[in-house]
């Protein structure tokens, strides 16, 4: 008996809503509805159907779980490749014919916005007569993070539909935007709960049908004003964080489109997208987003010493100091440290002296070339010793010193990096807000350009050394609407007018590092203090993270190495039923587990700390050694402090403090569960492949 083949879906789907006179066409090529030619095809050949049916008096288009992420960038990458400006032109014309196909359709339409609706997919809800959306869709036209631009009537449909000022911010800075604020800019006509989409999509439909919805007031094009604002210098800072021919293409397409009807504008769109897709900017940023190498690899140089021998007994003799320094100085001062709430600035000052914060950076900046490795060897041996002095070490060597190392100019690294290095001067790291964590977008203290300067207002959270700093590294909002691509880094002199420590944060652990909450209050931060460029705030703290995360997960080495210690010397004394508590296969089996975590959260940090020192992206394995080496430390410290029972938990042991350190792993330089989404979306990326 013959098996039939089971027949795949379209991708897609025309079908009527019952008892309607309404059409609905359901986009669905999973996973992220993109419209490829196969799609556009489908769904012309479906849209004139649709036209030519009687009975239909309106249509919804959707998609299946969201609405459509955009174009298939693979495809364009390889219009891009081929570089034919007359078939790109071409192409472009087959495609705008569908978009067209459903403003002109002669029956209102309605699309049902119940996700992401991004790029060729927002052009395609811009052309129905209406939009809703469930609360939390996203909306957006990110092509220019791809070094193109819209090329489906974006440049052309948005100004129209919204103000020219939040139309050129979305369309030059490719931030992605919530419904809600959608419909405030006047881009989505309603938002509703996910539960009601369905029903109020089709009584909108309804009313359109019965002509009783009213039409939307398109917006007027004012040249001065536009002209005002690209010569304003919030857009200017933002135009030159991308790339300049995607900006001019943009603004052109603005510029000209807008004095043109519709269908001129479209039509200048489309030539402005197949002259810049063609070109190299423009195969660099889709190259980029796909991954794909346009050159051959070369040999990356690393950051560290390239005599392997010399390198290792470098580092050999290297943690020999550290672990010397964390024995005979920090370990005396501990109950000093944890009582007072922080470290001596005498201590601080001598590693400085000995090289520990210098150890991981280039040598014209008087480091010792040793790279991540170096980092991480820090961090294991002072955490194996006081998880606290651990901390402020990473909060200023990894976090601030870091953050200028990869943003600042010559003159930056000069006048701060090279002291701090030295220890002659401490940083701190200022991202976190009573409202902004993991939602590193969301911040909300703000950086208002003045003459000269920017003036900061905000607080900010959780800040470690953020009293005792001589500088604050802060991260601020130069534009709510831009989000993550608004924000900008200053380095902040705390000795300034307005930099207030609002409050002093008492913690279940890591007593012995001050944690502070700071009160910001119009802090005037000049020109030269701006590091690295507005906009690109986010990508550098993202890569100063990666390595801080790299030097967590040593920490959580050095401590479950302490925890080994101490449970086996206990193990090992303790006496029950006259035998010793390491006789027993129990406490053998716990000690066992702990070292075997030992062995593999070891290899796991400082095989991605040789990667990193090869110059390559870490990003990966960084998220992988934070979560699972903070989670094995838990365990093992907890393991530990269970053999030891009682005398583990009296507050006085060292067990204790090391349970009570242990816990923030969990939760700082990103919380676990952010790590998991991060490792996922770089799984997903590669397609499953590892």
């Known amino acids: 008996m013959k098996v039939a083949e089971k027949q795949e879906e379209p991708k897609v789907k025309l079908s009527r809503i019952k008892d309607t006179n309404i059409a609905k066409l359901t986009i669905q090529n999973p996973p992220m509805n993109q419209l490829s030619g196969e799609v556009l095809m489908s769904l012309a050949t479906l849209l004139e159907k649709v036209k030519e049916d009687e009975r239909t008096k309106a249509l919804i288009i959707e998609g299946k779980g969201l609405f459509s992420a955009g174009a298939d960038v693979k495809e364009i990458w390889t219009i891009a490749k081929e570089g034919n400006f007359q078939k790109a032109f071409e192409l472009l014309e087959k495609v705008n014919a569908v978009v067209d196909a459903v403003q002109n359709l002669g029956k209102p339409s309605v699309a049902l916005i119940n996700g992401y609706c991004l790029g060729g997919g927002n052009e395609l809800a811009m052309a129905c007569t209406v939009r809703i959306a469930v609360d939390e869709a996203k909306f957006g036209q990110p092509e220019i993070g791809l070094g193109i631009i819209p090329g489906m009537g974006g440049t052309q449909r948005l100004p129209r539909l919204m103000d020219i000022e939040m139309a050129l911010k979305l369309l030059l800075s490719g931030v992605i935007i919530s419904a809600h604020d959608a ?23 309804q009313q359109l049908v ?16 536009f002209n005002g604002l690209i010569a304003s210098d919030q857009f200017k800072m933002l135009m030159q964080s991308k790339s300049s021919e995607a900006v001019e293409a943009i603004l052109s397409a603005v510029r000209n489109g807008m004095v043109l009807p519709l269908a001129d504008a479209l ?137 200028i190392y990869l943003g600042g100019n010559e003159t930056q690294k000069k006048k701060y990096l090279t002291q701090a290095l030295e220890g002659k001067m401490m940083g701190a790291f200022a991202l976190t807000e009573p409202s902004a964590g993991s939602d590193a977008g969301n911040i909300k203290t703000s950086a208002i350009k003045k003459n000269g300067g920017w003036v900061l207002n905000g607080s900010k959270r959780f800040i470690t050394n953020g009293a005792d700093a001589d500088f604050t590294i802060v991260i601020a909002q130069t534009d709510p609407m831009l989000k993550k691509d608004g924000l900008a880094a200053f380095i902040v002199e705390t000795k300034t007018k307005g930099y207030k420590v609002s409050r002093v944060e008492h913690k279940l652990g890591i007593k012995g590092s001050r944690t502070v909450e700071l009160a910001l209050e119009d802090v005037f931060v000049p020109d030269e203090n701006l590091l690295g460029e507005v906009g690109k705030a986010f990508r550098m703290f993202m890569q100063t993270l990666n390595g801080g995360r790299l030097g967590l997960a040593a920490g959580c080495v050095g401590s479950s190495k302490r925890a080994f210690e101490i449970a086996f010397k206990h193990a090992s004394d303790r006496q029950q039923f006259d035998s010793p508590l390491l006789s027993f296969q129990m406490i053998q089996s716990y000690l066992a587990r702990i070292r075997a975590n030992i062995y593999m959260m070891e290899q796991a940090v400082y095989s991605a700390a040789k990667t990193a020192d090869e110059g390559k992206d870490v990003r990966l394995e960084a998220a992988c050694v934070k979560l699972r080496c903070s989670e094995m430390n838990m365990w093992n410290v907890d393991t530990a402090l269970q053999i030891l029972g009682g005398d583990g938990f009296s507050d006085e042991s060292e067990i204790s403090r090391m349970w009570r350190d242990s816990r923030i792993n969990l939760i700082f330089e990103g919380t676990n569960e952010i790590q998991q989404l991060l490792i996922f979306k770089e799984a997903y990326s590669s397609g499953g492949k590892i």
Do not use: W
Request: neutral net charge.
């Open 210 to 225: 019965a002509g009783g919805y009213p039409s939307k007031r398109l917006q007027t094009f004012d040249p001065e004003r």
């Open 267 to 403: 039509k200048l769109e489309q030539k402005l997208f197949a002259e810049l897709v063609v070109k190299d900017s423009a195969r660099r940023g889709l190259a980029k987003f796909l991954k794909i190498d346009l050159e051959p690899k070369k040999q990356a140089t690393p950051s560290v010493k390239t005599d392997k021998s010399e390198h290792e007994e470098d580092l050999k003799m290297f943690r020999e100091m550290v672990r010397e320094f964390a024995d005979k100085e920090i370990r005396p001062r501990i109950k000093e440290m944890e009582e007072a709430g922080g470290m001596p600035r005498e201590l601080f000052n001598q590693m400085g002296e000995m090289g520990f914060f210098a150890a991981s950076y280039p040598e014209e900046y008087g480091g010792a070339g040793l790279g991540k490795t170096a980092y991480c060897i820090v961090f294991e041996e002072l955490s194996r010793v006081h998880g606290s002095s651990a901390v402020v070490a990473g909060a200023h060597m990894g976090l601030a010193c870091g953050a």
């Open 183 to 205: 419909m405030k800019y006047g881009l989505v006509d309603k938002v509703v709960f996910k539960i009601d989409i369905d029903n109020e999509a089709k009584n909108l439909a």
